[in-house]
């Protein structure tokens, strides 16, 4: 989730490495700025603090989302985007990559979801459905996990599950590693692999990066309101909500990446123990300085992520 | 390297995270000591500062080294101990692992070295030769090196190369790595697979974890000095002295590993990344909150390493 609130601008607290490209460099240079959020109950305050995130994002990023066809549809009940990158064929054989966008848990949706998606699309090569899910504060949990499931059902009625990748960054990834203990308990089949992007994995935030990357990390801050409001008084520990302390056995091949500054180190690189004590294979892959998110989506560093992605997808895809 | 020098202990700068087991805790809460160094030419306060270092070594760990059936022997004249675990058969066709001892390239030679091997070797489950390598203030750059290179040789004239895997940890990191470079340049063919357990690749400390994690990490700090001695005038960035540096094209199968903590994560992300950017086979393991080292080699976390580096080895030798 970007960061627009000021009022508690603070100096970056280390200094800019030379180990990462001019671009990374740029991003590490910019100082944190930490948001300071409504209290639970204030609903339209809530409302107005998302806006204006998506409202910064869109402005920030707008003239920046590739370009790819993309089609508004209701899938299940719950609106989705379908976007199919130049070159991929339609039709019930093609490959569908599951994307769960980010933003905390709260952010990220409606026009957003649809434009933020056109940059996984195109990593992923494939068609590639962008779940709208709702949200906190009118939608807490479990009303998003419920929207990814439903999407996920419908897909695995249209399509083979081997051809059915999936994959969240950030708060998408929590949600896409909750979907596969979630879909497994309704006993639904699971997916060829798994993408998890940062993954707030973990909502009760016991990892140690949340101390170490407190003041390194200059894009993320801790989520705890946030995730307060999203839970709506479930229990943050329950696995569907920290999938981090659920059992992840049967989970498909899983690609996990992070930054040494980022505030979810921990998380990811706790998940990528956990599924490889389990016998899950899964691959990690960890950014010299990269704080939560990227280094804002145009460096090297960024395109290295979008390359390796790639290639897990192509590896994990069945091979036509 | 152990810590040995309380004249400027400190409080462990962050919590003890919840998020890994007791006995990594209770290494957590250990503060930091660190050490200082004598001026770089004063070699008798560096023989003595080092005896001092090893004999900590031998006195904290001395009983708890497992009890594995070793040959002291000169290899192309270098010191070298050679270990055989029960059940590992002798003879020409039996894999061997070519270990290279840490200890910040000063320290860990001698009977220390053959003690620090034998873990390693039950780890391997493999004959294993670990070479007593020559070290400063006595012998600088590239007397190590030279000397690693010599076992290395000798052990591709007894053995067929996809029957040899190298690996070190910490300082025996960087010369595996240099080794790689040194051999391919004369002409030699690499081994089957290589281990890097947080590998001291640059000697110039440029990544970002020497900041990030300078409190965080309560085992090491900086060795500028110490690569100073090593480096004996010579350019620290030079790829025979700092491998990340190297051309790493063509070097065998990879593992890496550190922890969150570890004043070496940016040396292990980054040789990792250079690695994958250069089409290697490599593998990365970063542990939550581990420092340098691992939590004393006797926690859950330490055993998964070793059960991590077990599983690549048996992936990458020849199968019988």
């Known amino acids: 989730m970007a960061d627009i609130d000021s009022a508690e601008p603070t100096q970056p607290a280390f200094p800019v490495p030379a180990s990462v490209s001019p671009e990374a460099q740029r991003w590490l240079a910019m100082p944190p700025t930490r948001i300071r959020y409504p209290a639970l109950d204030d609903t339209d305050a809530w409302l107005a603090r998302i806006k204006q995130t998506d409202d910064y994002v869109l402005s920030r990023y707008g003239g920046h989302f590739p370009s790819v066809p993309t089609q508004e549809t209701e899938i299940a009940g719950v609106h989705t985007f379908v976007l199919r ?46 779940i709208d899910y709702r949200m906190p504060p009118l939608h807490p949990y479990p009303a998003a996990l419920e929207d990814c499931l439903a999407v996920y059902q419908a897909l695995i009625g249209a399509r083979d599950p081997a051809d059915v990748l999936v994959g969240g960054r950030s708060a998408g990834g929590n949600l896409a590693a909750a979907l596969m203990l979630r879909a497994r308990d309704e006993g639904l089949p699971g997916p060829a692999a798994l993408v998890l992007v940062s993954p707030e994995v973990d909502l009760t935030e016991s990892g140690d990066s949340f101390e170490i990357n407190r003041a390194a990390d200059n894009v993320l801050a801790s989520l705890r309101e946030v995730n307060l409001l999203y839970a709506n008084g479930h229990d943050l520990a ?30 990811t690189v706790r998940m990528h123990r956990k599924l490889r004590a389990t016998g899950v294979e899964a691959e990690l892959h960890v950014f010299e300085a990269m704080p939560h998110g990227g280094f804002g989506g145009t460096s090297p560093e960024d395109r290295e ?14 091979q036509a």
């Open 85 to 130: 990158p130049d070159g991929v064929p339609e039709g019930d054989t093609t490959p569908v990559y599951l994307d769960i966008h980010g933003g905390a848990l709260i952010a990220g949706g409606g026009e957003l979801c649809g434009l933020m998606a056109s940059g996984m699309a195109l990593t992923a090569g494939m068609e590639t459905w962008s």
């Open 238 to 267: 329950d696995p569907y909500l920290s999938p981090l302390f659920g059992d992840v056995s049967g989970f498909p091949a899983t690609f996990l990446q992070a930054g040494t500054r980022d505030l979810f180190l921990s998380n």
């Open 305 to 318: 992520v979008s390359t390796e992605i790639r290639g897990f997808l192509e590896r994990h895809r069945r």
